[in-house]
């Protein structure tokens, strides 16, 4: 199973992994002089940026193949990190304007690398003249989407009054927060809200989806559970739950609720009233 995280525990789980092509120095404590190692450093340690340099394994051909430099650079650092650790799920590479350093997409997180994969740093990329975080600038936009592409037919609508701004939500029908969130929405007008339906928290979180789906008013049951905890009727049909957790796996949905606004950004949790109305206005 490969392993999709965020945060902190993308570095517990590189600790912890198995190093592959990598010698086992404590066991070769005679043979040193062939031994690699892979360091893991934490922003502020001392690490020295390393020249730019080719990764391993890309021909200075590249370009004459019809692959550019960047491409064929980017390609073989994913090689070297997925060699390193093949139980990690690896989202993408990109380079940073730090010559050498290479951004890694590891769930909803970017990890740091050099092109041998040899030091991974874990932390905010910091733009110094600008004063800006890189890293967070990045996140936000690997975060976004087109609100276009999703598929609103396997979601559950609700309309209030004008319903002129519109807004995603991926909830599971045991979600406290989202629950919390509801209550919020009582107070917005003039707002269309789809909710994905995305049981993931509770051994029956699945059933109560099923049943809400099932139900011959959706939205008004949805908001009886939701609102007022008005348990649904047993109730069977094809369902879309299967779509709604594979669309959330895609767009790295890690937890509920998550909010997507229709300008492609999110927001990760319940927000109160007024940062939610202040959100909302900005879509107008």
Same mark, same amino acid.
């Given at each position: 199973?490969? +392993? ?21 120095? =404590?066991?070769? #404590? ?10 893991? $450093? ?29 491409? #064929? ?15 990690? !799920? ?12 290479? $951004? ?13 994969? !040899?030091?991974? +740093? ?45 807004? =995603? ?17 009582? !107070? ?24 809400? &789906?099932?139900?011959?008013?959706? #939205?008004?049951? &949805?908001?009886? &559970? ?35 606004? =229709? ?6 949790? #319940? ?9 909302? !206005?900005?879509?107008?």
């Amino acid at each position: 199973m490969r +392993l999709r995280l965020a945060g902190w525990l993308a570095t517990a789980a590189l600790i912890s992994l198995p190093v592959y092509g990598v010698h086992a120095w =404590a066991q070769q #404590a005679t043979t040193t002089e062939s031994t690699e190692k892979v360091t893991i $450093e934490q922003p502020g340690q001392g690490v020295k940026p390393q020249p730019q340099q080719d990764a391993v394994g890309v021909s200075e051909t590249a370009a004459g193949n019809g692959v550019s430099a960047a491409t #064929a650079t980017t390609a073989a650092v994913q090689k070297a990190f997925e060699k390193r650790f093949p139980e990690i !799920d690896v989202g993408g590479v990109a380079p940073t304007p730090f010559a050498g350093l290479y $951004e890694v997409q590891v769930g909803s997180d970017l990890l740091y690398v050099n092109a041998d994969v !040899d030091y991974i +740093l874990q932390g905010s990329l910091i733009d110094a003249k600008r004063r800006t975080d890189l890293t967070a600038e990045r996140i936000d936009a690997l975060s976004r989407v087109d609100f276009a592409d999703l598929p609103l037919d396997i979601a559950i609508k609700q309309v209030k009054g004008d319903g002129s701004r519109v807004m =995603a939500i991926f909830e599971d029908p045991n979600c406290g927060y989202c629950k919390q969130l509801h209550k919020t929405l009582n !107070d917005v007008d003039n707002v269309t809200i789809y909710s994905f339906l995305f049981p993931i928290l509770s051994p029956d979180s699945t059933t109560k989806a099923r049943n809400i &789906w099932c139900a011959e008013d959706k #939205a008004e049951v &949805w908001r009886d &559970w939701m609102l007022r905890g008005k348990k649904p009727a047993e109730a069977e049909c094809e369902t879309p739950i299967e779509q709604s957790l594979a669309l959330g796996r895609k767009l790295n949905v890690q937890g509920t609720p998550a909010i997507f606004f =229709a300008d492609g950004s999110r927001i990760n949790g #319940a927000l109160p009233l007024n940062a939610l109305k202040q959100k909302l !206005d900005t879509l107008k």
